[in-house]
């Protein structure tokens, strides 16, 4: 996708959602206090490192004791349990959109320590194009599938990345997150 459409696309659902983000960041406070939004490294663009935003769904200090969630994780709050569902929490990714660290549709992020589940050759070409807030594998079983074939969907989408894949993901990204 072109970088001025993804900036005027970005910008206007920002827009558009502003007085949702305003009431998931005041749940938020109510729920557990501040911070709003947790930050977290991750790979992007040509291997260069940034800061990814979301929405905290988890309790202060719960990433001390890994990364890994699954369903009734005592650590993810009570908006966090909502905001995960509809993936309200990746919504200020858009912010990362606007500045250049993402575009909407790519490969997820990873975190540095995801390297080892690559090859040097796959993490290179991964790193290819910008990451995304929704991809190949988000709409082909998101946190469902395992490694092996995220990377393989991850690879393809940077084999056969163009204009008319992206709007068909993004599509597909509205349907899957409708349907929960």
């Given amino acids: 996708m072109p970088r ?3 900036i005027m696309v970005a910008s206007a659902i920002l827009l558009a959602l502003l007085p949702l ?6 749940c938020i406070v109510f729920d557990d206090g501040f911070p709003i939004l947790y930050r977290q490294k991750r790979v992007g663009f040509r291997n260069s490192e940034f800061e990814l935003l979301k929405f905290r769904s988890m309790r202060r200090g719960a ?3 890994g990364f890994q969630t699954h369903e009734k994780d005592g650590r993810i709050t009570r908006i966090g349990r909502i ?3 509809l993936s309200i929490d990746e919504l200020p990714q858009l ?3 606007l500045k250049g660290d993402m575009s909407l549709v790519g490969p997820r992020p990873n975190v540095p320590a995801q390297r080892e589940f690559y090859s040097a050759n796959e993490w290179n070409k991964r ?3 910008r990451p995304g807030i929704t991809g190949l594998a988000q709409i082909s079983g998101r946190s469902d599938i395992d490694e092996k074939t995220r990377t393989k969907l991850d690879l393809e989408y940077v084999d056969t990345k163009s204009l008319a894949t992206d ?4 599509l597909k990204t509205i349907k899957v997150i409708t349907r929960g």
């Fill in 167 to 170: 709007i068909e993901i993004v």
């Fill in 83 to 85: 905001t995960r569902k």
């Fill in 21 to 26: 983000l305003v009431l998931v960041s005041i």
């Fill in 63 to 65: 990433d001390k004791h």
């Fill in 95 to 97: 912010i990362n959109v």
């Fill in 127 to 129: 790193h290819l194009v």
């Fill in 4 to 6: 001025s459409l993804e």
